[in-house]
């Protein structure tokens, strides 16, 4: 089958797709399109990701285990920062709906200045609408809130100025296992000065992989995702979702139902049925693993782990 809807093709995924191309696993060839940047690209994108965080099924796995261990656990979390003027930065804001918990605690005791950070403008403004009902202090408007998480050596000096002095760096949901571990480590601490807070959440590798990939065989995950594959070209109904857990990470990927070629910029791509493209991967450590790859970056680290053992939070001070 040939496409000719090219005026539907998103040129950035497009080029990602043309310029990673694809290897062979046996006789299948896989494509890797799994990276974040591709996720929040179109506001329909963000919304449908919004839309699966509201999700039953995501609340119970990520969202209320995450937000149990920051409620319980609260008082020692925000200790080093009680009663000072504090940057909250929110890596990855989303909505800011996590930072509000933070906020809700810190905003009669501390001066408050809040910085979202993500990739999607339609997440930073959503998340700044949010803050603006609680009257914080300040709110950070500026041209790096629209930005991935290389540029935060820039943007964290910036916000040093007046009374703050201190930043406390969130980066909760899930966000570190989207990408490298070491790479993302080394840029947050990085940025960060003597007596700067990180606060992660991420999800545990329990070595069961059908306990771990059931959470994500997820519809409205995969409502969220196929809108990668949409905009290159190739319809829904061509496409199967599935999930494996492999290389210490889940896979969500779609595997073609059938030939399909897309012409675009001059280029020609020709899917086979059976060829399989990954559109995100999410890494899974242990506690022991988590907790021996952040002492690498920081001298001062606390873990905080559900009853279930599959979630964690993690205080790191440099």
Same mark, same amino acid.
């Given at each position: 089958?040939?496409? *000719?809807?090219?005026?539907?093709?998103?040129?950035?995924?497009?080029r990602?797709?043309?310029?990673?191309?694809?290897?062979?696993?046996?006789?299948?060839?896989?494509?890797?399109?799994?990276?974040?940047?591709?996720?929040?690209?179109?506001?329909s994108?963000?919304?449908?990701?919004?839309?699966?965080?509201?999700?039953?099924?995501?609340?119970?796995? $990520?969202?209320q285990?995450?937000?149990?261990?920051?409620? *319980?656990?609260?008082?020692?979390?925000?200790?080093?920062?009680?009663? *000072?003027?504090?940057?909250?930065i929110?890596?990855?804001?989303?909505?800011?709906?996590?930072?509000v918990?933070?906020? &809700?605690?810190? #905003?009669?005791?501390?001066k408050?200045?809040?910085?979202?950070?993500?990739?999607? &403008?339609?997440?930073?403004?959503k998340?700044?609408?949010k803050?603006s009902?609680?009257?914080?202090?300040?709110?950070? #408007?500026?041209?790096?809130?629209?930005?991935?998480?290389?540029?935060?050596?820039?943007?964290?000096?910036?916000?040093?100025?007046?009374?703050?002095?201190?930043?406390?760096?969130l980066?909760?949901?899930?966000?570190?296992?989207?990408f490298?571990?070491?790479?993302?480590?080394?840029?947050?601490?990085?940025?960060?000065?003597?007596?700067?807070?990180?606060?992660?959440?991420?999800?545990?590798?329990?070595?069961?992989?059908?306990?771990?990939?059931?959470?994500?065989?997820?519809?409205?995950?995969d409502?969220?995702? $196929?809108?990668?594959?949409?905009?290159?070209?190739?319809?829904?109904k061509?496409?199967?979702?599935?999930?494996?857990?492999?290389n210490?990470?889940?896979?969500?990927?779609?595997?073609?139902?059938?030939?399909?070629?897309?012409?675009?910029?001059?280029?020609?791509?020709?899917?086979?049925?059976?060829?399989q493209?990954?559109?995100?991967?999410?890494?899974k450590?242990?506690?022991d693993?988590?907790?021996?790859?952040?002492?690498m970056?920081?001298?001062?680290?606390?873990?905080?782990?559900?009853?279930? #053992?599959?979630?964690?939070?993690?205080?790191?001070?440099?």
């Open positions: 089958m040939k496409n *000719k809807k090219n005026a539907k093709i998103n040129d950035l995924i497009f990602e797709l043309i310029k990673r191309g694809y290897h062979l696993e046996g006789n299948t060839r896989v494509w890797n399109l799994a990276d974040s940047k591709l996720w929040y690209i179109t506001p994108q963000a919304q449908a990701f919004l839309d699966l965080e509201r999700s039953k099924e995501y609340q119970k796995d $990520v969202i285990k995450e937000i149990d261990l920051i409620e *319980k656990n609260i008082d020692e979390i925000i200790d080093g920062i009680r009663d *000072k003027p504090v940057n909250i929110d890596i990855g804001c989303g909505d800011g709906k996590k930072a918990i933070f906020l &809700s605690y810190l #905003k009669n005791t501390n408050l200045r809040y910085c979202p950070i993500d990739i999607s &403008s339609y997440m930073v403004e998340a700044i609408e803050m009902k609680m009257n914080i202090k300040e709110i950070i #408007k500026l041209q790096w809130n629209i930005s991935d998480f290389e540029n935060l050596e820039n943007i964290t000096p910036l916000l040093r100025f007046g009374e703050y002095k201190n930043n406390f760096i980066l909760l949901g899930n966000t570190l296992g989207n490298e571990i070491h790479e993302l480590l080394y840029e947050i601490r990085s940025s960060m000065t003597d007596g700067d807070f990180l606060l992660i959440g991420n999800g545990l590798d329990n070595r069961n992989p059908e306990e771990i990939t059931k959470a994500y065989k997820n519809e409205q995950i409502e969220w995702l $196929v809108k990668i594959l949409t905009q290159i070209g190739l319809d829904k061509d496409l199967i979702y599935d999930v494996r857990f492999k210490s990470r889940i896979e969500e990927y779609y595997s073609l139902l059938r030939d399909v070629e897309i012409s675009f910029l001059g280029k020609t791509v020709k899917f086979n049925k059976g060829d493209i990954i559109t995100a991967v999410s890494y450590y242990d506690s693993d988590l907790r021996g790859v952040l002492k970056y920081f001298d001062d680290v606390k873990m905080y782990i559900s009853k279930d #053992k599959l979630y964690a939070l993690a205080l790191c001070r440099k």
